[in-house]
Nanobody
Framework: QVQLVESGGDLVQPGGSLRRSCAAS????????RGWYRQAPGKQRELVAR???????TYADSVKGRFTISRDNAKNTVYLQMDSLKPGDTADYYC?????????????WGRGTLVTVSS
């Protein structure tokens, strides 16, 4: 069983910064990708940023230049540094790990936490 533990959400003023973390624990053979997604009220969940096992990164156009995804392989942790936050970034943020277990590939989601950007 694979579990993800996310750092808490927060209330941040526009222009502010926030760093999120997501640590994986449990039994898995390998991690193929880590990602952050978000879902705003009334909208579909969307990809924010993703980092592959090889270190390649992908970002949503709306966060390019403001958000940075990184990882610590030794700690099985992925981070999302969010800078220059805007009210439009308000959403529930979820991390996702794509892992390989003996039975095959598996996507594991964190529970999600709310990030509110407001003055």
């Amino acid at each position: 069983q694979v579990q993800l533990v996310e750092s808490g959400g927060d209330l941040v003023q526009p222009g502010g910064s926030l760093r999120r973390s997501c640590a994986a624990s449990g039994s898995f053979l390998s991690i193929t990708a880590r990602g952050w997604y978000r879902q705003a009220p009334g909208k579909q969940r969307e990809l924010v940023a993703r980092i592959s096992s090889g270190g390649s990164t992908t970002y949503a156009d709306s966060v390019k230049g403001r958000f940075t995804i990184s990882r610590d392989n030794a700690k099985n942790t992925v981070y999302l540094q969010m800078d220059s936050l805007k009210p439009g970034d308000t959403a529930d943020y979820y991390c996702k790990y794509s892992v390989v277990v003996p039975s095959g590939a598996l996507d594991v989601w964190g529970r999600g936490t709310l990030v509110t950007v407001s003055s």
